[in-house]
């Protein structure tokens, strides 16, 4: 699967992008520690000139993040730039202080929308972000709404807005949300420190059935999105992924094949979500942007080797029996580093906890193999 992923192209097709560390928030689950800004962030001509080494790679699309990416003064100009040189740009905001100067710089900055992080009802949102948070970010999206502009919604899942998830999309279609993204909690950051709120991994066995049912829901609401650290296989694996292309599975974590990632200072890693110094570790940071540039760290060809260079004797755990180890790699990476340590080892696979359960009727048309059955008789005997 990795020689396909490179036939498909290996060029950063999909970016995101911290403008800024800065944050007016201080969530619970903030991966990143944001709060205060970088002592050493890219000056604005700098970020012009990433924008435009990230256009000439043919990146097709690039998420403009932080932090809080309105707290950078700039941030509308260089999205702009980036749409000026046929890039699609959108952005993810906490909302906080959303206000139609905002809106008139993203109509600016021409993004194709803008997506607001929203954490469940208001209890359960207030809870990890801020007090009074949830109804700001209402205000956001309705203003979005009455103007026309497109708005989506981020959610990460955690004990306190699971099982609501139904619910919670028949209120934001009332809201007029055009999409709506559904990602797992991960331990990295500041959520490491609050691990009370992270789902466990048995909690798949009817969390993926429920995101799938949501997924294929013909009632109008917004467009249902599992990200990468949702899944994988059994099957739900064709209701979570499928939405009219070609390939309609997981086929793998393409940090550093297809999607990078960009810190304030101007690190690049694989993918932003990916650790970095402010979590003690820098092995998935390839080099920094002033030393270098753009192409020359993405085309080295030492860059990535974790992910380039992948060889089923990495794999850990149950990934290294299982069938899909090839396709998969041991899913996203950010879920499987931050819960194990090990980039290619990931309890949070819904093929593997169906298995480790017994509960075969949910692996569709797979026969577990010999290997298969006896690790995870092992994980359930501990």
Known sequence: MIELLKRLGCYPRYCVWELTLACDMRCLHCGSYAGVRRDDELSV??????????????????????????????????????????????????????????????????????????????????????PGSFQRVVAA????????????????????????????????????????????????????????LVIQPDDLLWLIPQIAALRTDPTPGPMVLAADNVGYFGRYE??????????????????????????????????????????????????????RPLKEIWDDPNAFAWNRGFTEAQLGGFCAVCRYRDICRGGC???????????????????RQALVAGRLEELGDDVPNADELAMAASLKAG
């Not at 952005?91 to 906080?96: H, Q, V, Y």
């Not at 919670?168 to 490491?192: D, N, T």
């Not at 960009?262 to 690190?267: D, F, T």
């Open 45 to 130: 001509p700098e970020m012009l000139q990433v924008a435009d080494q990230l256009a000439a790679l043919k990146c097709e699309k690039v998420t403009l993040g932080g932090g809080e990416p309105t707290l950078h003064p700039r941030w509308h100009d260089i999205g702009r730039r980036l749409s000026d040189q046929g890039v699609r740009v959108n952005m993810i905001s906490n909302g906080w202080s959303w206000s139609p100067e905002h809106l008139e710089k993203a109509r600016h900055a021409r993004l194709t929308n803008i997506a607001f992080s929203l954490d469940g009802f208001e209890e359960a949102h207030d809870t990890v972000r801020k």
């Open 238 to 291: 064709k209701p979570l992924r499928d939405r009219g292309a070609e390939i309609s599975f997981w086929i793998g974590c393409r940090a550093g094949m297809q999607v990078i990632g960009i810190e304030s200072n101007g690190n690049v890693k694989g993918c932003l979500s990916l650790p970095s110094a402010r979590h003690g570790n820098d092995r998935f940071v390839e080099d920094n942007l002033r030393r």
């Open 141 to 196: 999206l309705d203003m979005c709404a009455r103007a026309g502009f497109p708005a989506s919604v981020v959610s990460h899942v955690n004990r306190l807005n699971a099982h609501r998830l139904p619910e919670f999309r028949a209120f934001l279609a009332a809201h007029r949300v055009s999409s709506w993204q559904i990602q797992l909690g991960i331990p990295s950051g500041a959520l490491r420190d609050n691990r009370d």
């Open 333 to 351: 990476a950010w879920t499987a580093y931050s819960h194990t340590s090990n980039r290619f080892d990931n309890p949070y696979c819904f093929y």
